[in-house]
């Protein structure tokens, strides 16, 4: 228990009376201090006793006393001593009015007893409670040391956590999902701090912030987890008031014993993806048997049920549409330096970390702790600047791909649209943009197929604008929003430009009449009934765009070409 003035009064040597503040006395103070400066307020931290003898203050003075009285208990001083028989017989009135009317106790201080009595009682009721503190923070530390090496691990580290502290406490994974919390309510408070946790994993571990506009009563801290440059996770405690010394040990040693749990050495973490990227070499390289005893029983499980490959990468945060073309940067990696070649295309691992874009780690992070929660294998390879994953089919690390997806695309401003209607892409950290190509789910003999399609995925999904595109969605889904790139805009404007230039003379409407025309597989009577014209004025149209044009369309060629330029035009223009 911090000490207060009350303690002070109550010591049967210091024999201190009370001359004004009855109520004010169980105010806990940090400090006793002499001063005999008539303003000794610069000097004050708050919380102190100050020991007077009013050597140089007109204690006897009304307004002299009353502005004393005031700027001391304006700066946090918590109460006033007054030394009797020193330089005044007794304690002025005019002091003790003044303390009354600001409510700070008064204290009166016998002759026989030396301020540095005072002093000294308070130093020791300081360092009994500090003594108090750290003894309480050890047993605390040994307390949730014993918790996580528990058979329930982080979980009852939380609940030994909270009720520690009087309060709760959740656990948030990479991605910032909540993965345990206690008690058991807390996991619904901890999921509205979901902004909260996103702002504090953007910075470098460790950090810590205060959550000062909650939903709740409460006063939340949060920690982030993890020694390199991302956190590995957030812990987050609430409590009703701010933390004391031992519960600030205790949240200091969970925060060290869940770094330990979550983060994994770099040199695990570099030989699980050096292990992975050679299980991928093999399925591509068409040798899924050996794939099958490399992956043992980290990503075996992976192999034994159809699994989607995943390729992505980051995109501008812009509109795609203008820029919707292959990559073709020489820092692309190993692995689709040959796309003819799926044997030859899988490369070592970058370092863990090293070349991929804070929307891929995010997108990594999602999927692995999505397939953590679950206990489903995730195998995640890092490439150069892309991001390469085989997740199951239908498992809860492909839903959490497709849901980050969906949830970057809309932070960039458009929501998600349904399959095949154009969009852009998603954005995902710093305004970051990603594309996504999955492929068909498939087996460990299918892999070279599987990444092929997962390509195509991805250069659709970036011709199109879109954070994410299924290879359903190319197979199933029509040609004509391949028409959206300027160099088929710009082929067919030229070819459509002698007719609308003669249009604009206002000698016929060719474009209008050769669009009724193909859409009616050249049926004359029924094109020159959509159009209310003649069939002979239809003829007569269609003999004047063979001679503007100087092609004939008895052409099959011609008339794709035609109508492919129709519909590219007429999706620039909204007809």
């Known amino acids: 228990m911090p000490h207060t003035l009350a303690s002070l009064v109550n010591h049967t040597v210091l024999k201190l009376t009370v001359l004004a503040g009855e109520d004010r006395l169980d105010v806990p103070v940090r400090w006793a201090h002499a001063s005999e400066l008539i303003d000794?307020?610069?000097?004050?931290?708050?919380?102190?006793?100050?020991?007077?003898?009013?050597?140089?203050?007109?204690?006897?003075?009304?307004?002299?006393?009353?502005?004393?009285?005031?700027?001391?208990?304006?700066?946090?001083?918590?109460?006033l001593g007054f030394a009797v028989g020193v330089n005044y017989e007794g304690v002025p009135e005019a002091l003790v009015d003044a303390a009354r009317r600001q409510h700070l106790p008064l204290l009166g201080v016998p002759r026989r007893t030396p301020f540095i009595a005072i002093s000294k009682a308070v130093s020791a009721a300081v360092a009994a409670d500090q003594y108090r503190a750290v003894t309480a923070g050890f047993e605390?530390?040994?307390?949730?040391?014993?918790?996580?090496?528990?058979?329930?691990?982080?979980?009852?580290?939380?609940?030994?956590?909270?009720?520690?502290?009087?309060?709760?406490?959740?656990?948030y994974d990479a991605s910032?999902?909540?993965?345990?919390?206690?008690?058991?309510?807390?996991?619904?408070?901890?999921?509205?701090?979901?902004?909260d946790v996103a702002r504090l994993r953007e910075r470098p571990a460790p950090a810590s912030s205060v959550v000062s506009d909650t939903d709740g009563d409460d006063r939340v801290e949060l920690q982030s987890l993890g020694t390199g440059r991302r956190?590995?996770?957030?812990?987050?405690?609430?409590?009703?008031?701010?933390?004391?010394?031992?519960?600030r040990y205790a949240v200091h040693s969970a925060v060290a014993l869940l770094t330990l749990t979550t983060e994994r050495s770099r040199a695990l973490q570099d030989a699980e993806q050096r292990l992975g990227a050679a299980v991928l070499k093999m399925l591509l390289a068409g040798e899924p048997d050996h794939a099958r005893a490399v992956a043992g029983r980290l990503y075996g499980g992976?192999?034994?049920?159809?699994?989607?490959?995943?390729?992505a990468e980051p995109v501008p945060a812009e509109d795609q549409a203008s820029s919707a073309k292959l990559s073709t940067s020489p820092a692309s990696s190993q692995l689709r330096s040959?796309?003819?070649?799926?044997?030859?295309?899988?490369?070592?691992?970058?370092?863990?970390?090293?070349g991929l874009a804070p929307v891929l780690d995010a997108l990594a992070d999602a999927m692995e702790s999505a397939a953590a929660r679950t206990g489903e294998a995730v195998l995640a390879v890092p490439d150069g600047g892309r991001l390469i994953v085989l997740v199951a089919d239908g498992g809860a690390a492909a839903d959490a791909g497709t849901a980050f997806a969906a949830a970057t695309e809309a932070r960039l401003g458009t929501?998600?649209?349904?399959?095949?209607?154009?969009?852009?892409?998603?954005?995902?950290?710093?305004?970051?943009?990603?594309?996504?190509?999955?492929?068909?789910?498939?087996?460990?003999?299918?892999?070279?197929?599987?990444?092929?399609?997962?390509?195509?995925?991805?250069?659709?999904?970036?011709?199109?604008?879109?954070?994410?595109?299924e290879h359903e969605d190319v197979a199933?889904?029509?040609?004509?929003?391949?028409?959206?790139?300027?160099?088929?805009?710009?082929?067919?404007?030229?070819?459509?430009?002698?007719?609308?230039?003669?249009?604009?003379?206002?000698?016929g409407d060719l474009v209008a009449s050769l669009r009724a025309w193909l859409a009616r597989h050249g049926q004359w009577d029924a094109a020159a009934a959509d159009l209310g014209v003649h069939r002979h004025t239809l003829r007569y149209r269609m003999r004047r765009v063979e001679e503007i044009l100087g092609r004939s369309l008895d052409d099959a060629d011609v008339r794709m070409e035609l109508w492919l330029a129709l519909k590219a035009t007429s999706a620039q223009v909204g007809e």
């Open 176 to 195: 910032g999902a909540v993965v345990a919390a206690a008690p058991e309510w807390a996991a619904r408070r901890a999921a509205r701090l979901a902004e």
């Open 140 to 171: 605390a530390q040994r307390e949730l040391t014993r918790a996580a090496l528990g058979a329930e691990g982080p979980a009852e580290l939380l609940a030994r956590l909270a009720a520690h502290l009087g309060g709760w406490a959740a656990l």
């Open 302 to 311: 992976l192999l034994d049920a159809p699994f989607r490959m995943l390729v």
């Open 338 to 354: 040959s796309r003819g070649d799926p044997q030859a295309q899988a490369g070592p691992p970058s370092p863990p970390g090293a």
């Open 231 to 247: 956190a590995r996770g957030v812990l987050a405690v609430g409590t009703a008031a701010p933390l004391g010394t031992a519960e």
């Open 415 to 469: 929501q998600a649209r349904p399959r095949g209607r154009n969009g852009r892409a998603g954005a995902g950290r710093e305004g970051e943009g990603l594309a996504v190509g999955l492929s068909a789910p498939t087996g460990p003999m299918a892999a070279a197929n599987a990444y092929r399609q997962a390509e195509q995925a991805l250069s659709v999904a970036r011709r199109r604008g879109r954070a994410l595109v």
């Open 476 to 507: 199933a889904g029509s040609v004509l929003p391949l028409l959206a790139d300027d160099a088929v805009r710009a082929f067919a404007d030229g070819l459509l430009r002698a007719l609308r230039e003669h249009d604009a003379t206002g000698r």
């Open 40 to 79: 000794p307020v610069p000097y004050m931290e708050g919380g102190e006793l100050l020991l007077i003898t009013a050597l140089k203050l007109d204690a006897e003075d009304p307004e002299t006393a009353d502005r004393y009285v005031r700027r001391v208990a304006e700066a946090g001083v918590v109460g």
